[in-house]
């Protein structure tokens, strides 16, 4: 698939991070928004809340996120390989972009 358009559910998120693939996040409830966020802050993946989810929106944000498929790819690559179990410095970085943008909003 060129791209993952998924609903930001942690299972389906980290199955696209580990294949490198764009993404495209679809969030309904719980706690996809937040995992949603986060992966729009870390490699810059659009999120279309569902509510807004129609043909045209999604088509704007497959190219957005297909044309910086390189460059997610590569940042997921390194985030995963930066140490034995892949998914910890992963789920550090979306972490610390939390720390930093709940630091900032105080």
Known sequence: AGAVVHH???GTLMA???AGKPMVCVPFLYD???H???MAALIDAPVLPAAY???ASLADALRHAIDRAATTKATLAML???ETNGTLPLVSAVAAVSRAELVASC
């Open 32 to 34: 996809q928004p937040y």
């Open 16 to 18: 696209a991070c580990a």
């Open 8 to 10: 930001a559910g942690l």
């Open 80 to 82: 995963l390989r930066s």
């Open 36 to 38: 949603a966020q986060r």
């Open 53 to 55: 989810y129609e043909r």
